[in-house]
């Protein structure tokens, strides 16, 4: 399959990882739009949230068990926002399920 987040899993293209364990991976997002932006992607392969089912929603959960270490860990150290697009109205660009961890500065408001 050709997507570049299995590929970051598998090691042939290169990321500055940040966290890994045997389910998740998370690493810093090759084009940041905020002092900490880091990505944090399943080692499975679910394309988006429209992929996310009773028998692999484990993994989302351990995800988000631990987007807060990872954000602090990173500077994120007065709060943080996580976002996933979903599809071509948000602009999803790569079809590998992931969660946007951005923080170290006020973000702006407008989410859009
Ligand atoms: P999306 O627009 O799908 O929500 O976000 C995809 C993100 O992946 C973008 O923020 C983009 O900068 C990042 N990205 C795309 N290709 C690579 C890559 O090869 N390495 C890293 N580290 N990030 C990537
Ligand atoms: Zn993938």
């Given at each position: 399959?050709?997507?570049?987040?299995?590929?970051?899993?598998?090691?042939?293209?290169?990321?500055?990882?940040?966290?890994?364990?045997?389910?998740?991976?998370?690493?810093?997002?090759?084009?940041?739009?905020?002092?900490?932006?880091?990505?944090?992607?399943?080692?499975?392969?679910?394309?988006?949230?429209?992929?996310?089912?009773?028998?692999?929603?484990?993994?989302?959960?351990?995800?988000?068990?631990?987007?807060p270490e990872i954000a602090k860990k990173c500077g994120c150290t007065?709060?943080?926002?996580?976002?996933?697009?979903?599809?071509?109205?948000?602009?999803?660009?790569?079809?590998?399920?992931?969660?946007?961890?951005?923080?170290?500065?006020?973000?702006?408001?407008?989410?859009?």
């Open positions: 399959m050709d997507c570049i987040f299995c590929k970051i899993i598998k090691g042939e293209i290169p990321s500055t990882k940040v966290y890994e364990d045997e389910k998740i991976l998370a690493f810093k997002d090759i084009n940041p739009m905020a002092p900490v932006h880091v990505l944090v992607i399943p080692k499975e392969h679910i394309p988006s949230c429209d992929g996310i089912t009773a028998q692999n929603s484990a993994v989302v959960a351990h995800i988000f068990e631990n987007i007065n709060g943080y926002r996580v976002i996933t697009n979903c599809g071509d109205d948000a602009k999803q660009s790569v079809k590998h399920l992931h969660f946007h961890i951005l923080g170290g500065k006020s973000l702006p408001e407008n989410m859009g």
